[in-house]
C-alpha cells in the first residue's frame, strides 16, 4: 500500500501506528506535549502515554466499540423472548452491560440469573458445571468489589 503524503510532508498511511503518526505531526508543527496537550484538550501525560504507544485515544477505539455494540444487538432477535428461561437472564445481561459500562459484568450477571431462574424452575440439574463455577466467582467478585469499595 502507497503513502499518501499530505501538505505538510508526513506520511498519511495507515499501516504506521498511530503514535508514530501523532509524534510525527506534533514535531512537524514544532509543539511541544504540552502544547499539543493543551491544543487537544488532554492532559500531558496523555498525550505522552499515546506518543509511546501505552494507550489509544478513544476517538481511535469509538468506532470498533460501535460495530461490536451492533452486533451484539443483532444476536438479540435470536433469542426466545416467549420463553422466560431464556429471555430473563438476556435481558438482564444487555442492561447491566449498558449500566455498568462492562460486558463481562454483563455477562456475569447473565450467569447469575441464568443459574437462578433454573433453580427457580427446579431444573438445577440442566446447568453445566463450568457455569456453576463462572457463576460462582462472578458472585465472589460482585460482593468483593461492593466490599472493597
Known sequence: ????INRMGLCM???RPLHNRVRAHRLVRGWSQDELAVRAGVSRAGI???EQGRIVPSAATAPALVV???MMLSAFRDIKWDDLADAFPAFFAGIFMALSYSISYGIGLGFIVYCLVKIVKGKAKEIHPLL???SALFVLNFVLL???K
Do not use: D, F, N, P
Not at 500500500?1 to 499518501?4: D, H, L, R, V
Open 68 to 70: 461490536v455494540g451492533v
Open 1 to 4: 500500500m502507497g503513502c499518501g
Open 13 to 15: 498511511s495507515e499501516e
Open 132 to 134: 456453576w463455577v463462572s
Open 48 to 50: 505522552s502515554a499515546i
Open 146 to 148: 461492593a466490599y472493597l
